[in-house]
């Protein structure tokens, strides 16, 4: 047992003399400025990218974070369209993603809330880490609670956007026609997941930038915590 207490104060302590080097090469950062700059990268994930998803046709016409049918339902939308219903049909797709960029409206403040209180433990292995790796932690530290708060909004987008009265009237045409099997999707944790999962990969998409292209660190703070990266 002391042996293995040894170690692992080895290992911290090497750690932390690791990470002052790294901090002393580059302007004498301290973590909690590297966090603040990680903070912002992703606070900049979200005004620039995830605004644009609260817009009409954010997720509809965005195929990087479109929401599309569920396996369960593609069957449902071919059956529709072979009896002639291709206008309903379309109609439960689009509200799908109304509903989404609804939600994401009104959910955003989350977002940012839990991107200021990151905590940063990890400062070396996310800003040396991969092109997402600050939008992978932010994802792997969030996702649980997001979901418990974005879960209702999703239900309620879903009535306002008229998408469960579309999709109750898709499903009654389907579950009639003889010989089908009868089907009753979750659609609110479905367009809850997918409008979580758009949302990440929007972030993701700012922090690669920022990580990748010097023009986007607009800010002295993002020019030197990413430089710390290159």
Partial sequence: M??????????????????????SEYGGMANPDIAAGLRQALQFGIDKQ???????DGFFKNQAVKIMLPDELKKVDATLRKIGLNSLADDGLRVLNR?????????????????????FNDAKNILLGSKTAATQYLQQTTTTPLYGKFNPVVKQSLSKVGADKVWKEIISKYNAVPLVSKVNPDLTDYVTNKALEGVFKMIAVEEQEIRSNLQARTTPLLKQVFAMQD
């Fill in 99 to 119: 509903a989404a960029e609804s939600a994401v409206k009104e959910a955003t403040p989350v977002f940012v809330d839990a991107v200021q209180k990151l905590s």
């Fill in 2 to 23: 002391k042996k293995l207490s040894l170690i692992l104060l080895v290992l911290v302590l090497s750690s932390c003399a690791e990470m002052q080097k790294i901090a």
């Fill in 50 to 56: 995830v605004q644009k998803l609260t817009a009409t």
